[in-house]
């Protein structure tokens, strides 16, 4: 999974901060958990970032400071909404195979 280089300073900040870290591992849990299906947890969890992003970057340096935050277009989270649900919960066990003819016999 490749993120862009907003996605990747703002996973570096909540890796590197242990109060963010918890805070965003719980909403990512609690997204994926209330959310009907992957995509649905993924689309809520990416624009929870974006907003986190907008109102974090005007004031930390390590993403952007002012300066980015001024003339920031709206970019996309996705890959890092899809790389935080995957490595902080644990996976939904898909629908069961139909059952086939039996070929072995």
Known sequence: MSLNRIELALYDYIRTHPEERQYWRDKVRARVAEA???PAAVARIESELWRYFTERSAVLPALGG?????RANRISMKNLAEF???????PKPGKPAPAGPDLTG
């Open 36 to 38: 009907p299906d992957a």
């Open 66 to 70: 002012n300066e980015r935050a001024s």
């Open 84 to 90: 935080l649900a995957r490595i902080w919960t644990e």
